[in-house]
């Protein structure tokens, strides 16, 4: 199972880079045509399907092309035969963001299936901790 988690890695860490690159067909490169996506913005009932999954992200893109950041900072994978899951912590935000919350990430765990013989993200799940219920919890200072 090593090479399926290294092949993983490589695929969530070319997405990353995809994403911070607003690069829209790398981003949704390797995504199973039924895709289940949950994100901090709305629709609230998720979005369901490639199509779905490609329309919301032009807006975040657009503010990403302002100089926002979007990295891993850690990443753990679980690989079975042909199902997996990973979850990792990212830097994301503005310079002055992260700069004002240095220990601040964005939360993604994702569903990972073989089809064919290729890994595809099945469910992706973004969320950032709720600072407004804690105000005085920023995370670890880096």
């Not at 890695?9 to 790398?26: C, F, K, P, Q």
């Not at 895709?35 to 998720?46: L, R, S, T, W």
């Not at 919301?56 to 657009?62: E, K, N, Q, T």
């Not at 595809?120 to 804690?134: K, Q």
């Amino acid at each position: 199972m090593r090479d399926d988690s290294e092949q993983i890695r490589t695929l969530i860490d070319e997405w990353t880079r995809a994403v911070h690159r607003g690069d829209l067909s790398g981003v949704v490169a390797d995504h199973a045509e039924d895709i289940v996506m949950f994100d901090v913005p709305p629709p609230y009932e998720g979005v369901r399907g490639l199509a779905a999954y490609r329309e919301v992200w032009p807006p975040f893109l657009a503010w990403q092309a302002q100089g926002a950041h979007f990295g891993l900072d850690e990443l753990e994978v679980t690989a079975g035969e042909d199902v997996a899951f990973a979850y990792a912590l990212l830097r994301c935000g503005t310079p002055e963001e992260l700069a004002a919350r240095p220990g601040f990430r964005l939360r993604l765990t994702l569903g990972l299936r073989k089809e064919a013989g290729r890994w595809v993200v099945a469910h992706e799940h973004h969320s950032f901790p709720d600072l407004d219920s804690f105000p005085d919890l920023d995370g670890p200072q880096e």
